[in-house]
């Protein structure tokens, strides 16, 4: 095993300084990833729908917020698509995240297993599309991770939140972030959780046993480059990237790359926690700056000794997961082809050891069907 490889595995004995949920991004704070159900067969693209309407709230929920100003048939198209995509971001990491909680020990955290938004949860101008969309002042159900407690509890998309453990859930325009700072300290006591929910105008009690996962958030990209970020704590892949791949599995070795990043720590170790977080905080917006997205972005080159020990985490983790690695070598030569990194904004420039990358992977999907035939344990 490479000595980075075994250094930050060390390191993945270390606490994580930040309480569970209550770092995540406000796309993702209710569960570490989100998902619409996923495909038993992860090679074939399925993208959910999106339902026209959310259910409606009882008298007992607050009143929905004023609407905002209008929307028009673009913004309405483009925020429907946001949504698609990003379901469907969340239904080919839903494995990775829950089957590789060992693997991200410094950041496994217990989850809720589900994701919700509200009118408020994009940007300002958008507001009155995320209404027409069905989104109001309380937080919805947008996502159930397969396999989790909340699919095993009967969590549904569209169900409208209105407290856990008994303490009402925050509504507005920071009802994201508020619900976070709460449900914090209560997945940390709990083995399960009480979830009130309005669903088709009548109120919900569920018991949602909490799930281990990799806590990281799945976010969607807004650009058309063909690009793949990891702060630390949230992996970014763009629109570009989700048109290039021909398939979940080719979606899901983008995936497994930034989770295993992050798990590695190389973010916080190459000190681009902040460089890539403003990357990200600037692309999760439906219309981004483009103008900071010139060059790299300040994005350093990964070094390619790191490069190749995250190539072998991803692997595993992809295995670990159910995904087929075989196809790994094609995918990452094609894509360096396509976009080679005299593309300063595209992913080769920041991961350019193509030929020692390409050379690792073959040589641990060896590995991986070695053991799989062996019925060995599947860790780096």
Request: aromatic share 6%; proline share 6%; net charge neutral.
């Amino acid at each position: 095993m490479f000595s980075p490889l075994r250094s930050a595995f060390r390191s993945f004995q270390r606490a994580c300084s930040i309480k569970p949920l209550a770092c995540l991004s406000a796309a993702l704070l209710l569960a570490g990833c989100t998902t619409a159900p996923v495909s038993n067969a992860p090679g074939e693209e399925t993208l959910p729908s999106v339902p026209s309407a959310a259910p409606a709230e009882s008298t007992a929920a607050a009143p929905q917020p004023a609407r905002a100003s209008t929307y028009n048939a673009a913004q309405l198209a483009a925020l429907r698509q946001i949504v698609q995509q990003q379901q469907r971001l969340d239904s080919v990491a839903a494995p990775l995240l829950i089957s590789n909680a060992m693997l991200c020990r410094s950041y496994a955290r217990n989850l809720i297993g589900f994701s919700a938004k509200n009118a408020y949860s994009y940007s300002d101008d958008y507001v009155a599309a995320a209404q027409a969309l069905g989104f109001g002042d309380r937080l919805q159900v947008t996502g159930v991770l397969q396999g989790s407690g909340a699919e095993q509890a009967g969590v549904m998309v569209g169900d409208v939140l209105v407290a856990v453990e008994g303490q009402q859930l925050p509504q507005g325009r920071n009802a994201e972030r508020d619900a976070a700072a709460l449900l914090g300290p209560i997945v940390t006591r709990h083995a399960s959780v009480t979830l009130d929910v309005i669903r088709n105008d009548q109120a919900v009690t569920l018991n949602v046993p909490l799930t281990l996962a990799c806590g990281y958030s799945v976010e969607l990209g807004n650009t058309d480059n063909v690009i793949a970020y990891s702060d630390g704590r949230r992996v970014l892949v763009s629109r570009g990237m989700l048109n290039f791949v021909h398939s979940d599995t080719e979606l899901a070795y983008v995936l497994a790359k930034e989770i295993a990043q992050n798990a590695l720590r190389y973010p916080i170790r190459l000190h681009m926690t902040a460089t890539v977080g403003g990357i990200i905080d600037n692309l999760i917006r439906v219309t981004p700056d483009t103008t900071a997205l010139s060059g790299t972005g300040g994005v350093m080159p990964m070094p390619k000794d790191l490069d190749i020990a995250s190539d072998t985490v991803a692997l595993y983790m992809l295995a670990r997961a159910g995904y087929d690695v075989q196809g790994a070598h094609a995918f990452w030569a094609r894509l360096a082809d396509a976009y080679p990194a005299s593309v300063p904004n595209g992913y080769t420039a920041i991961h350019p050891s193509t030929d020692a990358r390409l050379d690792n992977i073959d040589r641990i999907v060896r590995d991986i069907q070695t053991k799989l035939a062996k019925r060995q344990p599947l860790f780096p």
